[in-house]
């Protein structure tokens, strides 16, 4: 009884950063975002707002990235990528990302047609937002680089 009792009062004294119902949850000590609604767990460091290479590089980044004790990062796809912005918010993203450059992200969706070319999504709403992808050369332009990785069950 008096184990239970213990154990009561130490969940009890768990502090949660999110509240359940929350779409996003932040667990700063592995710097990364779970989305509860798609089970997806993003990159948030530092280097989320301060890497900026090719589509190439981005690719080799996601898929060598060691986070989290999680090694099966890879760069998001168009969907996942854009379905990370609210158009309700000038940063157009949640809050509970830190590191958010205004600028384009990389994804790894590639055109089938132009296999040369790769999709984008912009994060900042100075110019009202973009509602499709932005296509780009992969080797001509650099961009930033939010990896994704498919939470655990």
């Known amino acids: ?10 969940l009890a004294s768990v502090d949660c950063s999110a509240n359940p119902s929350e779409q996003f949850i932040r667990d700063d000590s592995k710097e990364v975002v779970l989305d509860t609604a798609t ?5 948030d460091t530092s280097h989320a707002e301060e890497v900026r290479t090719d589509w190439y590089d981005a690719i080799d980044y996601c898929e060598s990235l060691v986070l989290g004790g999680y090694n099966d990062w890879h760069l998001p796809n168009y969907n996942e ?3 990370l912005r609210d158009p309700e918010k000038y940063k157009m993203i949640d809050d509970t990302f830190k ?3 205004p600028y384009f992200y990389w994804t790894s969706t590639t055109l089938s047609k132009e296999p040369g070319y790769a999709a984008r ?3 900042w709403d100075d110019d009202g937002g973009n509602d499709g992808p932005l296509i780009r050369p992969k080797t001509e332009d ?3 680089v939010r990896c994704v990785r498919i939470a655990d069950e």
């Open 1 to 10: 009884m008096h184990k239970n009792v213990v154990n009561l009062l130490l």
């Open 39 to 43: 089970n997806l767990m993003w990159e």
């Open 81 to 83: 990528l854009f379905n």
């Open 99 to 101: 590191y958010v450059h």
């Open 121 to 123: 999504v912009f994060f």
């Open 142 to 144: 650099s961009y930033y």
